[in-house]
Every structure is written in structure tokens, then in C-alpha cells.
């Protein structure tokens, strides 16, 4: 059974978080990460990336600064703020007491 995009819909937001937690990145590279961690059950859409992105940015939970590779195109790194870290903090205790309702009630 794989997961529905429905489920991880709502989670957009904190896994791109937990991604910067590790380090600064680019879209591509964290979508990347989510197919290998997934095994390729699960992928972001472009534009579902970059809105979550745009949210993110404009709730000061991360900011973004253009890379400057020398060779192919210029990325657009972004990093996770102190409040994007306290945000990732409270959407996994969120997630803990979901995940706890709801295993109790399909049980």
C-alpha cells in the first residue's frame, strides 16, 4: 500500500524544514532526497515546491540566497531560520499527537 499524496500533502512544510535542518539546498536537490528516501513512492511537484517555498520564505521560516556556481544555471539556496526550527520542533509534537489518535481510533 503506498502512501497518498493526500496524507503528505499537509506536510509539505515541515519535511522541506527537516531537509534544511541538515543544511542549506535547492529544490531540486531536496525533491531528490524525498525520491530516495521514499524509494521513489513519493515525489514533490515543482509547483507544490516552490509555494511551500514562497510560504516558508514569507513566514520568516526560511530564507533563500542565489548560489554562485560557475558552471549550469544559478540556484536559489535556501536555509532554515531559528523560527523555522522552532516551527519544525512543534509540526513533529503536532505529528506525534496525530499519530497517536489515530492509531488509537484504527485500532
Avoid: C
Avoid at 41 to 62: G, V
Avoid at 82 to 104: P, S, T, V
Amino acid at each position: 500500500m503506498s502512501i497518498t499524496s493526500d496524507v503528505i500533502r499537509g506536510h509539505t512544510e515541515p519535511i522541506i524544514l527537516a531537509h534544511l535542518l541538515v543544511g542549506d539546498s535547492y529544490g531540486y536537490q531536496i525533491n531528490k532526497e524525498i525520491m530516495e528516501k521514499t524509494n521513489n513512492l513519493f515525489e514533490l511537484k515543482e509547483a507544490t515546491l516552490y509555494t511551500a517555498f514562497r510560504r516558508l520564505e514569507q513566514a520568516q521560516l526560511i530564507t533563500s540566497y542565489w548560489g554562485d556556481q560557475e558552471v549550469g544555471a544559478r540556484r536559489r539556496y535556501y536555509s532554515i531560520t531559528d523560527k523555522g526550527r522552532q516551527a519544525y520542533q512543534d509540526y513533529r509534537k503536532d505529528w506525534e499527537n496525530a499519530k497517536l489518535i489515530i492509531d488509537a481510533l484504527l485500532k
